[in-house]
């Protein structure tokens, strides 16, 4: 039992992680109606830049962390105007495509300016963690967690309480009804990718300490959060969480009781179970056509 505890702590920190990632999926995709697979990139951009401010130049850790945030509000900025944008009147594929490149473009960037060797960013506190009974709580994953917590709610309260989160949901329900009542959806679409891309970027910060900051992580952490949002139900915001942290204690106990080479296998494993039994998610609705 203390076993089961400690692996279900640890699996809902990583899953935190996911969440952030897939929240960020399940916006843009709501606001553009479309999939950006350069959301993970977004998380391994700011991992590298917190490791550049903190470690590199020694700064403060929470300058950096502004400073990070600061830069990946400006990356979103520049991926709306120089992906999205020029191609808002095309079908979804090329726009997907572009997203594509651009997951390409910013890992082989941050492969040439810093190279291939990974790094290590240091937690944002010292101590380590502390026990509750049988279970050791991790500082790092605490942090995760109560962030993750913070940040929905603070979601939840922005869409449903304040005038801009009102045409928010507006302009990703029908662009064209919302732009006729006179919402700008050109900049609720720009604050979309901004806020989506500080998200990547916050749950970039957080992963760091807890994994290697690689190249390769971005790729990794956008896959299983592509994956928790088919899970959960593409396009609504509960199920990106729910499938989020499902996926992460799944991989946990699986890694714990199976396999910890295949841990990754195990949330592709789900994701084709829901493929198959019910393909439109936990929270999503069927939906049909007739031609």
């Known amino acids: 039992m203390d076993l089961i505890l400690q692996l279900l702590f640890t699996g809902i920190g990583i899953g935190s ?3 952030l990632v897939a929240l960020g999926f399940v916006l843009i995709f709501r606001a553009a109606n479309v999939v950006n697979f350069a959301q993970g990139e977004f998380s391994m951009v700011a991992a590298f830049l917190m490791v550049v401010f903190a470690v590199d130049l020694g700064w403060p850790y929470w300058l950096s962390i502004l400073l990070t945030l600061g830069g990946m509000a400006l990356l979103g ?16 594929l090329p726009v997907i495509i572009s997203t594509i490149g651009a997951s390409i473009f910013l890992a082989n960037t941050t492969l040439a300016l810093y190279g291939p060797q990974p790094q290590v960013l240091p937690p944002v506190f010292e101590g380590q963690g502390f026990l509750v009974g049988p279970v050791f709580l991790d500082s790092q994953y605490l942090l995760i967690i109560a962030v993750t917590a913070a940040l929905v709610a603070f979601q939840y309260w922005f869409f449903e309480h304040t005038l801009v989160g009102k045409k928010l949901q507006a302009t990703s329900q029908d662009k064209e009804m919302a732009a006729l009542l006179g919402i700008p959806v050109a900049g609720m ?6 806020y989506s891309a500080v998200l990547g970027g916050i749950a970039g910060i957080l992963v760091a300490p807890v994994l290697f900051v690689s190249i390769q992580m971005g790729a990794t952490i956008a896959l299983k959060a592509f994956a928790a949002t088919i899970i959960g139900g593409f396009g609504d915001v509960a199920g990106a969480i729910v499938g989020g942290l499902a996926l992460g ?13 295949y841990k990754d296998a195990f949330a592709f494993i789900v994701l084709v179970i829901f493929l198959v039994l ?8 069927r939906v049909a056509e007739k031609a």
């Open 77 to 92: 900025a520049l991926f709306n105007l120089g992906v999205y944008y020029p191609l808002r009147h095309r079908t979804y």
């Open 189 to 194: 679409i720009m604050l979309t990718f901004v």
């Open 249 to 261: 204690v799944i991989e946990t106990f699986g890694a714990a009781y199976v396999s910890v080479p």
């Open 278 to 285: 019910r393909p439109q998610g936990l929270f999503g609705e």
């Open 17 to 19: 992680v996911y969440a």
